[in-house]
DNA sequence: CAAGTATATAACAATATACTCATACATACA
DNA sequence: TGTATGTATGAGTATATTGTTATATACTTG
């Protein structure tokens, strides 16, 4: 919690992780990964990318360490590093679906 | 938490979301507006932004709720809609400062 | 009413990001 | 050893996003 401002660096660091979630697809893989330890393969299955595109949101996540990989013959199989991880995309859900209903709230009472 | 899966509407609410958030820029206006209302013109002096541009952001931050407008003669003032909305920041850049050192302590062990 | 000031926006150039197809690479297995 | 399978990556295209300049809009004040 710095009170005192950041360094550039610091906000392209913090900046970088959020676009981590910034995106659907690679939500969906978080969400896959929820259950445990996946395989590439199961991952497609279950998140319906294309395999070369879910590669790559795999290697940037594991860039930025959101994901380990251990590879097992010819299968890769990725975790999350920490479900904490989680936590911080249920915030934001939770907090959507609050706002969601605040917003349904009104219209209830104005309309 | 939810456990089923997210539709494709909310993974992109939550996605886009994140990305408001995925921005050095953005980071830094809220930052600046931590200690309370701002005007434009001092959130330009404050985060060394250009007027357009800041401006731009602010428009984005207002469209998804992350800031209110108040209008004073022709002055514009911002507000942060939630204090919340900085613990989200607060938690990733815990996070990453225990990341860092723990970084550290492992280069420190082994070098 | 004219001129100045604060903020917003249109239009553009630059950059980044995602997705796809084809292919490379590594491993298993017949 | 040759072939099939799982995963990663190069190259190209499409799209989104940022920041800038110039300008529009709204308000105040002389």
């Known amino acids: 919690m710095p009170r005192t401002p950041m360094s550039p660096e610091l906000l392209d660091l913090v900046a970088a992780r959020f676009r981590a979630f910034g995106e659907p697809a690679r939500l ?7 259950g445990g330890e996946q395989s590439v393969g199961e991952l497609v299955a279950d998140t319906g990318l294309g395999q070369a595109n879910l ?14 990989r251990r ?3 010819r299968y890769a199989y990725y975790v999350l590093t920490d479900p904490d991880v989680l936590r911080l ?3 934001v859900c939770g907090r959507l679906d609050r706002e969601n209903q605040a917003q349904r709230a009104v219209l209830r009472s104005a309309g």
Chains 1, 2 share one sequence.
Not at 28 to 34: G, N, Q, V
Not at 55 to 68: D, K, P, T, Y
């Open 71 to 73: 590879k097992a013959g």
């Open 55 to 68: 590669s790559r949101h795999l290697q940037q996540m594991l860039a930025l360490g959101l994901v380990r």
């Open 28 to 34: 969906r893989i978080l969400e896959a990964l929820r």
């Open 89 to 91: 995309c249920d915030v």
